[in-house]
Nanobody, 126 residues
Framework: RVQLVEAGGGSVQAGGSLRLSCAGSGYTYSMKCVGWFRQAPGKEREGVASRSADGGIYYADSVKGRFTISQDVAQNMVYLEMSSVKPEDTGLYYC????????????????????WGQGSQVTVSS
């Protein structure tokens, strides 16, 4: 039984930093694609960042240069380092994973990921 549990969310002022973590459990082998989605109230979920086992790293244009996704495969951990945050970064952040590699075409589609965490709220004040 695969589980993804996020931690590290909270409130932060614009320009600040925040680090989200995702702890995976219930699987023997590493997921081939891991990433983060977010959803603001009244809006659709959007892909934030993903890493593929084949070397691909993907970021939404809105977070490039500010967010960094990283992974500790041995510990089944995924992280999202958020810097220079903006009010528009506010939302519920989900850790996601799938057994198949992701790609530049499919990484930002929610249907590409079989496993989702419960979400962690990030609120950025101006």
């Amino acid at each position: 039984r695969v589980q993804l549990v996020e931690a590290g969310g909270g409130s932060v002022q614009a320009g600040g930093s925040l680090r989200l973590s995702c702890a995976g459990s219930g699987y023997t082998y590493s997921m081939k694609c891991v990433g983060w989605f977010r959803q603001a109230p009244g809006k659709e979920r959007e892909g934030v960042a993903s890493r593929s086992a084949d070397g691909g790293i993907y970021y939404a244009d809105s977070v490039k240069g500010r967010f960094t996704i990283s992974q500790d495969v041995a510990q089944n951990m995924v992280y999202l380092e958020m810097s220079s945050v903006k009010p528009e970064d506010t939302g519920l952040y989900y850790c996601v994973a799938d057994a198949a590699p992701c790609s530049g075409v499919w990484w930002e589609r929610p249907s590409s990921y079989a496993y989702w965490g419960q979400g962690s709220q990030v609120t950025v004040s101006s």
